[in-house]
Every structure is written in structure tokens, then in C-alpha cells.
């Protein structure tokens, strides 16, 4: 099984900042790897799918990087609603897994 | 618009049983595999389980094969999750999920319904 490795556990920032997220598998996933948003007491929202392609509906302010083993998933300027946790999951290996998430929170 | 609607969870004792469903609506529900996932309260997400679009391909975690069965009907859109022998650690809130494409190797999630809670305790 593949481990997902998400750093940091918990993000301090402020409206308007930018936000890089990391998220490390313990072996190469190639791109297959996407990207989940989940607000308190919501379903998660698929943000990015194979690494980089932004899923429907998102905004342009969200962005995937990355291949391999090391992946980062960046918000160009937090809006208030960007304030969630994040979670990366690879569909590489069966099963797909997923990360431990990071918390974005309001500085 | 494309809505999952789980039913089915609730409180059960240690060794029981419990069926979840989930009904589909705004989607040709049969073009989809489908999965569930599922969140230990204050933890992350765990997925649980994936089932082709004509039900000739299942696939289980570790951690709940040989007791979970998932199931679809594709005449009703509705995704099912028959759980047995449940354990204190398959407390959780479990989501229903559309794959984003039609194989069951595009096992990334795009939609899903807002969760039941299980919960196993004596």
C-alpha cells in the first residue's frame, strides 16, 4: 500500500496570502495523484485530479504540481472560504489512499 | 444536478450488521463505478470499497474485506454497502462516491453525497 505523506499538518495564514501544500508517497505514483478539499461537517470536493488539471468548476487560484513521489498543491491567494483541510490521494496502487490532510486555518 | 444521497446508518452493536444505501439522481448511473469512503470522527478519509459499472469488478480495504459487501442496482441508481461483524474501529461517517470516469481505474472521487454515520458501540 502506498503512504501518502502530507506536510505541514496545519497551515497559519491569512486572507490574501498564498499556500503551498506538500504531499510526499512513500513510491512513485507517477501524476495519479488528486487533490481534496473538505470545509466542517462537509463531503470532500475534488480540487485537482491527475497531479495538475484543475476538476470542474474550480478556480484558478488553485494549482498541482508535481511528479513522482512529490507533490504540491498551491492557492495563489486564500479566500475566506479556502480556510479547510486538505487531502492529497493517489490511484496509482490499489487501493487508492489517501494523505493524513493539512489544515489551513485563519492566522 | 448530480446528487448522492446515503441512508441507512445509525447505532449497532459490536458483531452486527448494517446496510447503507445511496440513491443517485442527475447522472446515467450505470456509466459509473462507484465507491465508498470513510471518516473516523476527527480523522482522515479511508477508502472502503469500488464496484464496476456492471458489478463484474469489486474491491475491498484490507481492513474490511471478507465483511463488507458492495453492490449496486443499476435499474434504480442506488449503491449499496451491506456491512457484518462490525468493530468499534468501523465507526465513521461513510460517504458515497462517483469515480470520475467510467473504469475503475480512474479511482479518483468528483462527486459525493454529504456521508451517514455509523456508529458500532455497545
Known amino acids: 500500500e502506498i503512504v501518502l505523506t502530507q506536510s505541514p499538518a496545519t497551515l497559519s495564514l491569512s486572507p490574501g496570502e498564498g499556500a503551498t501544500l506538500s504531499c510526499r508517497a512513500s513510491q512513485s505514483v507517477s501524476s495519479y495523484l488528486a487533490w481534496y478539499q473538505q470545509n466542517p461537517g462537509q463531503a470532500p470536493r475534488l480540487l485537482i485530479y491527475d497531479a495538475s488539471n484543475r476538476a470542474t468548476g474550480i478556480p484558478a487560484r488553485f494549482s498541482g504540481s508535481g511528479f513522482g513521489t512529490d507533490f504540491t498543491l498551491t492557492i495563489s491567494s486564500l479566500e475566506p472560504e479556502d480556510f479547510a483541510v486538505y487531502y492529497c490521494q493517489q490511484r496509482s496502487n490499489w487501493p487508492p489512499t489517501f494523505g493524513g490532510g493539512t489544515k489551513v486555518e485563519i492566522k | 444536478e448530480v446528487q448522492l444521497l446515503e441512508s441507512g446508518g445509525g447505532l449497532v452493536q459490536p458483531g452486527g450488521s448494517l446496510r447503507l444505501s445511496c440513491a443517485a439522481s442527475?447522472?446515467?448511473?450505470?456509466?459509473?463505478?462507484m465507491s465508498w469512503v470513510r471518516q473516523a470522527p476527527g480523522k482522515g478519509l479511508e477508502w472502503v470499497s469500488g464496484?464496476?459499472?456492471?458489478?463484474?469488478?469489486?474491491v475491498y480495504a484490507e481492513s474490511v474485506k471478507g465483511r463488507f459487501t458492495i453492490s449496486r442496482d443499476n435499474s434504480n441508481n442506488t449503491l449499496y454497502l451491506q456491512m457484518n461483524s462490525l468493530r468499534a474501529e468501523d465507526t465513521a461517517v461513510y460517504y458515497c462516491?462517483?469515480?470520475?470516469?467510467?473504469?475503475?481505474?480512474?479511482?479518483?472521487?468528483?462527486?459525493w453525497g454529504k456521508g451517514t454515520t455509523v456508529t458500532v458501540s455497545s
Open positions: 464496484i464496476s459499472t456492471s458489478s463484474d469488478i469489486t
Open positions: 462516491a462517483k469515480y470520475k470516469g467510467s473504469a475503475m481505474a480512474s479511482a479518483y472521487m468528483d462527486v
Open positions: 442527475g447522472l446515467t448511473f450505470r456509466s459509473y463505478p
